[in-house]
């Protein structure tokens, strides 16, 4: 079975840290291009970050400059690392994984691997 679980969400303060974690079973993280993506209350699931293949990585502008996304193959795990995170950072945090969509991968829906979502929280 196909599978990625997110960890890592919790709350944190405005210009805090947090690292999410998205670990594979079933398949390699390899093969496959992995993107983070989020959904804010009140807003359509958006794509955060990306990673593809060759370890090419792209961002939304939004978070340019303040996450950053990795991998550990060894692990097959992918990482996001978010820094000075800001209350509108607040919502689910998914990763997914798919082999047809180049990054960025625009939208979540129908992806071949999606994981079930971990709560962040940017709150005072």
């Known amino acids: 079975q196909l599978q990625v679980v997110e960890s890592g969400g919790g709350l944190v303060q405005p210009g805090g840290s947090l690292r999410l974690s998205c670990v594979a079973s079933g398949f390699s993280l390899n093969s496959y291009n992995i993107g983070w993506f989020r959904q804010v209350p009140g807003k359509e699931t958006e794509g955060v970050s990306c990673?593809?293949?060759?370890?090419?990585?792209n961002y939304v502008d939004a978070v340019q400059g303040r996450f950053a996304i990795s991998k550990n193959s060894a692990k097959n795990t992918i990482y996001l690392h978010m820094n000075s995170l800001k209350p509108e950072d607040t919502g689910i945090y998914y990763c997914?994984?798919?082999?047809?969509?180049?990054?960025?991968?625009?939208?979540?829906?129908?992806?071949?691997?999606r994981g079930q979502g971990t709560q962040v929280t940017v709150s005072s």
């Open positions: 997914a994984a798919d082999r047809r969509n180049q990054c960025p991968i625009a939208t979540f829906d129908g992806l071949e691997v």
């Open positions: 990673i593809n293949i060759y370890g090419v990585t």
